[in-house]
């Protein structure tokens, strides 16, 4: 009996909320708020003139920027038929930057589809009004382009439309104004990095580098990272440690003492919101001193040299073979001939034909005499008749 108790309390509840709701006319349904229309505010700048679809409301973003949509609903945003993107649901604030159309972090202001699409929208802009966007007159000549402008070359459509482009340097600036006005932090600092070597570090612990800040890993790869001596590069492992925020290098052979050698940090490292690392290359040597492992071998100790500093590319001098002059000694010599016969003694062996070609006799006059080449078997020389 006192459970049928409980389930009548409850229908009584429920009951009399059913009656309070409908005696409250305009008052909503239970659950309020997620039920009632709400008003956001799309923005990079206010945006005049997109069109906005959800599942309750259809419509174009007034001169405020202003666009109607229920909680927890998608909305998606387009100018003509070309879709800009879509919100899952609506942020708490209200508003629709440009970064929540992209899903990506509102503190990210150099996504590259973030700053195209930033040109796009300010290129569009009827009177570049810095504190309103106004695409209510231009986005007419996108009323036959559908798709997402994501898959699109927002550069191609504004010169197919006849529409000058604004620079990136410049949309990139008004995103970051846009955030500033409106109270949303974005991250503009680039990461910094050093190298953790020390006078005696243990080559097979690997070669670790410190960022000022957490890193992409993904941004990691072999286009961006390489490892290589004066006679190539150098095959080796990395890992990042978020936690520390700490980059090692591994190389796969022995370092070999005496040799300078060169890694590089490429361009494409970058940190969670895509603020670029500067480019670096770090260049260390191995002296002669080595230090033991437990496993007996030894491994050169790395002294760290200039870490920040770019060096030259080594210079490549082609190495050209030294060839050693053919001696010639001619037996007898200052002697009359015997039996018409004479040596000629070359320092190393020759071709018969070639001998033919260098070897001439001459009498007094000038004149060519005949002669007859032979060589004389097992050794480098010919004998003359």
Known sequence: MKYNK????????????????????????????????????????????????????????????????????????????????????????????LQDILRIDRKNVNNEKLIDMAVFLQSIDKDKNPNIIDVRELSKRFSEVSGSIKDKDVYELLRS???????????????????????????????????????????????KFKFSESIKATSFSSDTLSFKSSNGYISFAYEYDDASKTLSIFPKNTLQIGSTY??????????????????????????????????????????PTNPTIKPKEPTVTPTVPVVEPLKVTFYPQGEVLVNGEFRVKFSKDVELEFAKKIVHLMDKNGNLVPVILEKESGLSSELLK
């Open 6 to 97: 409980i389930f009548y309390s409850t229908l009584l509840l429920s009951a009399i909320g059913i009656t309070v709701v409908n005696c409250g006319g305009n008052g909503g349904s239970l659950g309020g708020e997620k039920n009632s229309k709400q008003v956001g505010i799309l923005l990079d700048s206010v945006i005049y003139g997109a069109k906005y679809k959800s599942k309750s409301y259809n419509g174009t973003t007034d001169k405020e920027g202003h666009f109607d949509f229920k909680k927890n609903e998608k909305v998606s945003f387009y100018v003509g038929n070309l879709e800009l993107g879509s919100v899952e649901h609506v942020k708490s604030d209200k508003l629709v930057v």
């Open 161 to 207: 439309a006849d529409i000058p482009t604004i620079s990136k340097s410049d949309a990139k600036e008004h995103v970051m104004k846009n955030l500033t006005d409106n109270t949303i932090s974005y991250d503009d600092i680039n990461p910094t990095v050093k190298a953790e070597f020390t006078d005696n570090v243990d080559v097979k612990s690997g070669f």
């Open 262 to 303: 060169e890694i590089n940090l490429k361009k494409g490292i970058v940190d969670l919101y895509d603020n670029p690392l500067e480019p670096q290359i770090f260049t260390f040597s191995t002296n002669g001193t080595n230090v033991t492992d437990d496993d007996g071998a030894t491994d050169p100790v790395v002294t």
